[in-house]
């Protein structure tokens, strides 16, 4: 709890709220404009305040992820490609202190776990890097994956799609997996929405595998409302995606969930 009310971004809006106070107890002496701008400044505060909250945090990730975090234990049944989509990359100082981000750890965590699983053939590790060599991400998911007992051969690389829409399309350039073939799609529980919709227009047997979820990341209580940066960026990382939902529906992208 002390952690919290110290954070940065709750100090930040206890002063925005403080300040809606003063606002409120002036109102009288306020003009037109004067109280235009203060309904603003209330709105902007209670949009950050809640947009920061766990609780709001958390709800908004379910919408996306729930369909999917319900089968997270489930077997996902034979599959015969494993493809795993990069979530990013820190850069470091040198080559040396690269590293991959959380959200690409877990999902190659994840693939892997799938691949031993379903007994899958080929591996496959997906995404583009635009401020370093193009294969620089997808170079570092393999080294994890081979860390993990993967056999090296067993995994390949594409590394020319930009966006969640170009990774169907190049990989069915590389020309090693069948469209008729089973496919588990492993990415963020809250990205697959989208990224099945896209791969089923090229592969109709893709499985959606969630790597990692937010909706069991909310504290309980009087906390789920404090507000918190990582809650911020949680309902930012779901604002996002759910533009990027509605731009594939604008562009006939879209599809009805199945398996």
């Not at 963020?188 to 595998?209: E, T």
């Not at 069991?216 to 906390?223: D, K």
């Amino acid at each position: 709890m002390v952690a919290a009310l110290l954070s940065p971004i709750f100090i930040a809006i206890a002063g925005l709220t403080a300040g809606g106070i003063l606002l409120a107890l002036e109102w009288r002496k306020l003009g037109s404009r004067g109280r235009v701008g203060a309904c603003l400044f209330w709105s902007g505060t209670l949009l950050l305040w809640l947009a920061s909250s766990p609780a709001v945090a958390v709800k908004l990730a379910g919408s996306l992820e729930a369909p999917y975090v319900a089968e997270r234990s489930s077997d996902p049944g034979p599959l015969e490609v494993v493809v795993i989509l990069g979530g990013g990359y820190f850069k470091g100082l040198n080559p040396n202190l690269d590293d991959l981000v959380g959200s690409t750890y877990s999902r190659v965590v994840r693939g892997v776990r799938t691949y031993k699983q379903t007994g899958a053939r080929l591996m496959v590790m997906s995404g583009f890097t635009e401020d370093a060599a193009p294969d620089r991400m997808v170079s570092m998911m393999k080294a994890l994956a081979v860390e993990m007992g993967i056999p090296p051969a067993n995994i390949i690389t594409e590394c020319r799609s930009r966006n969640t829409f170009e990774h169907p399309l190049e990989l069915s350039r590389l020309g090693r997996v069948d469209p008729e073939e089973t496919i588990g799609l492993v990415t963020s529980a809250w990205h697959l929405p989208r990224a099945m919709a896209a791969f089923r227009r090229l592969y109709p047997k893709v499985v959606g595998i969630p790597a990692d979820s937010y909706m069991a990341s909310s504290p309980g209580g009087a906390l789920a409302w404090v507000p918190q940066s990582d809650a911020l960026s949680v309902t930012t990382t779901v604002f996002r995606e759910k533009i990027g939902s509605v731009w594939y529906v604008f562009r006939g992208l879209g599809a009805k969930r199945g398996r």
